[in-house]
């Protein structure tokens, strides 16, 4: 096999059944590929989105450490930078401060569905990526061209995608 890229018909992709050996199927190829590459810069508009349903639907529990906010940043009263250091009261209690959520098990069921379809899209992205960068180890400089172009094809298609939803968390 060799170890430089090669203009060339004759490729074999993923598995021993996608051996292109013309030109017509070198370019049904790199549009399959191209595709692909756009279909994986989408699953990752599309696994952002997901995840911030995931955090909007995260059971909480009254014996959990977290706790929505009750006022915001910019109404809070933020310590003085020597207050930093002084380690909080133990005899004050945060249950006695705040007062625990408590979500329905509809809610925790939805999250663990979310949850669970998330972890599912994780993993078909990251099979995705090793087929795309297993494509490109061909060293066919066509297919590396498909990788390419898809990638930034599916940047621009996908990235106001990205900007249209806000997002709580930063990824």
Not at 25 to 42: P, Q, R
Not at 71 to 86: H, M, R
Request: glycine share 2%; aromatic share 12%.
């Amino acid at each position: 096999m060799q170890m430089h890229f090669i203009f060339s018909e004759n490729v074999t992709l993923l598995f021993d059944f996608w051996t292109v050996q013309t030109l017509a199927g070198l370019i049904l190829s790199f549009v399959i590929v191209l595709l692909l590459t756009v279909l994986y810069e989408l699953s990752k508009v599309w696994k952002s989105n997901l995840l911030t349903r995931v955090l909007e639907t995260l059971p909480l529990t009254p014996d959990s450490d977290f706790y929505p906010p009750l006022i915001s940043d910019s109404e809070a009263n933020l310590p003085a930078a020597s207050d930093t250091l002084i380690p909080p009261d133990p005899s004050s209690s945060r249950e006695d401060s705040v007062p625990p959520v408590q979500f329905s098990s509809s809610s925790n069921c939805r999250w663990w569905l979310l949850h669970s379809s998330l972890a599912l899209l994780h993993s078909a992205q990251v099979s995705l990526g090793y087929f795309l960068m297993l494509c490109v180890m061909s060293y066919n400089a066509a297919i590396f061209i498909a990788v390419v172009l898809g990638s930034g094809l599916g940047y621009y298609v996908a990235f106001p995608l990205l900007a249209k939803y806000p997002k709580p968390h930063i990824l």
